[in-house]
């Protein structure tokens, strides 16, 4: 399938799915466009095309952003908008300017047969949905809610329990812009991969080696397991060894799992919803015919399937 991703780098999250999308057989990666867009942001990004041996386009919303001084994050040095997990993991990254206009390359990317994966705040999507001739066949978003009223009362996690709203980081980045992409009609299908799903799947030590039994079977999955080492065991840990200052809970896999939907949509079940917002929360209410999808539960057999594919 034909895929753009359009992700962001304050955390981990984005950066392994976009080593899952270049790795994965069942994808061809076409695109990646990048909120901000920072020099440091872009150096990342072709640093991990590099080792995919890929010259696929890369975009920017502004490389012009002015961000304070990056300082100490919990692994290291941080770049401009880049956490300091991709450094301690992967090495040096050096910063690259060579991007074009994020909602230019996807107005020039996207067509009926593109499937759009966004973790990011809606800028680029909702930047190229005001330029002529954009025309998308399917956009799977991370981010939005379906709570109480869409999700049945044991479905939904403990720490959503009862809620019919609830703010959304990437929807609330760009309210603008989500609320466009939810009404364009130049974009055929729409499916958003909702907090009360996404918050229940987990990278901890259990699924840590599960990757690390087929790291071997491609680069992707060694790459994972390479930065999540670091992510659950510390920087300067041996690998595989606990060490005291690294976060051993692990760590939310919301961009994974939307990319795994978008490869596979039978791993989610779906409900067609009007999704609003509403006093800077979103939320979600049964509409039949909306043309709008966000999931409500997930198979979590097939999205490991899907995830360790190689």
């Known amino acids: 399938m034909e895929l ?100 230019e390359l996807l107005r020039d990317l996207c067509g009926p047969a593109t499937t759009l994966v966004t973790g990011a705040p809606l800028k680029n999507l909702g930047a190229a949905l005001r330029l002529p001739g954009f025309q998308l066949g399917e956009v799977v978003v991370q981010g939005g809610f379906a ?9 939904q996690l403990e720490k959503f329990r009862g809620l019919v709203t609830c703010p959304s980081y990437n929807l609330n980045g760009d309210p603008r812009s989500a609320l466009a992409v939810i009404a364009a009609e130049s974009i055929a299908r729409k499916r958003f991969v909702s907090k009360n799903v996404c918050h229940g799947v987990v990278y901890d030590r259990a ?25 659950l065991n510390g920087p300067d840990a041996p690998a595989g060894h606990h060490r005291e200052s690294a976060d051993p809970r692990g760590k939310m896999l ?8 978008a490869i596979d949509p039978s791993i989610a079940e779906w409900a067609e919803v009007d999704l609003y917002r509403e006093r800077g929360a979103w939320g979600s209410r049964p509409a039949p015919g909306s043309g709008v999808h966000i999931t409500v539960a997930h198979d979590h057999q097939k ?6 594919a190689s």
């Open 4 to 103: 753009i991703w359009d992700m962001e780098t304050s955390d981990p999250d984005d950066f392994v799915t976009l080593l899952l999308l270049l790795g994965h057989p069942r994808v061809d990666l076409i695109g990646v466009t990048v909120t901000p867009g920072t020099p440091d942001q872009v150096g990342v990004v072709r640093r991990a095309l590099d080792w995919f041996g890929r010259s696929i386009p890369v975009g920017a919303f502004n490389l012009a952003h002015q961000v304070r001084d990056q300082g100490q994050g919990h692994h290291g040095r941080r770049g401009a908008c880049v956490s300091s997990w991709h450094y301690a993991a992967f090495g040096d990254m050096p910063p690259s300017t060579d991007a074009a206009s994020g909602p």
């Open 147 to 155: 709570g109480a009223g869409v999700v049945p009362e044991d479905r």
């Open 207 to 231: 699924l840590h080696a599960e990757v690390a039994a087929v790291r071997h079977r491609a680069t992707s999955l060694d790459l994972i397991w390479q930065g999540m080492d670091v992510y």
């Open 254 to 261: 919301h961009d994974p799992l939307a990319a795994c939907c």
């Open 303 to 308: 999205f490991l399937a899907t995830l360790l």
